[in-house]
């Protein structure tokens, strides 16, 4: 029962097991003392029969014998796993202050008129973020890597940041726009970006040096887009076996692919270059199994009662060739009287796919912020949302989008508050309904500056944790990462956005001990508590709250109430 009414879904990085199977262990050291606790010196204890990885463990005694303390014990084990799958989680929609130096949030300073476009996560936690700086529409690439931490990565370029001290010069221009960073297997960085109606691709070492083994001196070379325009984005996606897959508009939705060593790969397109002959304006790219991938963007939608601009996406093979069997002739569309643009997508484990962006009708003065589902085969999914449309009520738009491990669809982008434009999430569930329990009502604002602040990416770290990135106005703009926690934390006893077993785990077993005033919080507060008073801690820990496990009650179901030797060692050892 506890396992299905309150454990989270566990993170499945290999990290996150390593640590799930080290409680575990710990665990163990609580058999004989739980035994002679509940009476049952020299009785055999539970085994852990299953492997803990997406399924929940199974339990089993190797005596048939005292079924009732067989029973206490599945509990306890239960908990103990239930605990460990949702002990790091927070209020949803919270700032992590454990990110940034207690600010939940870093900002990057270039010096001035940074704009962040792109940002990606590698395998090992580090963030990289991408942009332009120096100009107002166009700069230079700037490129920086944050510390799972929030701080800047001193051993990634200088002082964390890299900057093309002369753009793409050497294909004679001096400005960039339209950027997209990638991370290969390697941890190498590859940077696309529009310079002077080019397409240009280079990549960086994973210490943020130019690659001198990439294309010429670390540069591709010139590529054959043309006209780029600023109605497209440039998006780029690099495949398991190196591959780089760059998207956009050269007239009609291009795209280009690249071998690992910066050359143009022959067998994809023509001579490397695809051009679909789909006319809409390409703005998110995702890959998919085989090397397929799913374009989005907006185009012209003919309805029967009017012409409007709405959400397109579009299905390519491997060898860039348009899966005509996709959608109508190769291009899903909101078949409905929907206008607005997409600007982000993502698909789902089961094949469907999520597009985000700004959603409206003809009749309408301003666009939503919303979502909309599609089946795998292009089909929009009627039963999602209304008609297949997710709107979170705000004007605005999505940016990003990401699905979490429990299906929900996370939208950033910027919303507009009093004629200001602020960075906003929104959370839906997998039915299209605002996530009620996130944020305030189903989203987050970040309002920062008095002008316009926006969020460009969302992604989702190894614990589950929200990580954003953006840009937000200061004297000039400035690059934004924050991070948030998405889930429910039912044992952060002095607020602080984090439940650990060197503070709130002490909290609590200091209180079932019946420690009081300084006692009970002498050294037990996290850095960033803001329940710090005893009295509010011990009244927290002692009012009844019947919609989640509240600490009055034992947490592993043990009649009496919760016991310090019991309940208390128990947490302790979990989040240990």
Known sequence: KFSAAYAQPAPTSARAHSRRFRSARRLCGLRSRLMRFMGGRGKSAPTLESTYGDSPPVFFTESSAMPERRNHFAVIWAVCFGLMAFSVFAQPGGLDRSFGAGLGETAIDFGSNDRSESMVLQADGKIVIAGTCGGTIYGLICVARLLESGELDTSFGVGGKFIASDADGAYGVSYVRQVSVGVDSLQRIVIA????????????????????????????????????????????????????????????????RLLPNGALDLAFGSSGVQDSSLDFWPQALTLLPGDEYLVSGFCQNFLPSRLVQTHCTAKFFSNGSVDTSFGVAGIAKANTETEGLAFANSRATTGDFFVGGGC????????????????????????????????????????????????????????????LEQRCLARFTNVGALDVQFGDGGYVRLPKSAYRDWFSNVRLDALGKIVLGGTYATSGWDFSVVRMHSVQNFFDLDYDNESKPDTDAILYLRHLLGFHDTALTSGALGTYADRTSAADIATYLSTPNSTYPNCSASIVGAPGGPQAMLDGIVLLRAMM
């Open 193 to 256: 970006s529009e310079c002077g109606g080019l397409l240009c691709v280079r990549r960086l070492t994973s210490q943020g040096q130019i690659d001198t083994t990439f294309g010429l001196n670390g540069l591709s070379r010139p590529l054959p887009f043309v006209s780029l325009g600023t109605t497209s984005a440039l998006q780029i996606a690099i495949a398991s076996t190196g591959k780089i897959l760059v998207v956009s508009h050269c007239l009609n939705a291009c795209s280009i």
């Open 360 to 419: 409206g009708t003809p009749l309408d003065n301003r666009w939503n912020l919303c979502v909309l589902k599609f089946g795998s085969t292009g089909q929009i999914s009627s039963a999602f949302g209304v008609q297949g449309v997710a709107s979170a009520g705000i004007e605005g738009e999505a940016h990003s989008v990401a699905i979490d491990s429990r299906g929900r669809i996370l939208a950033a982008g910027t919303c507009a508050l009093n004629n």
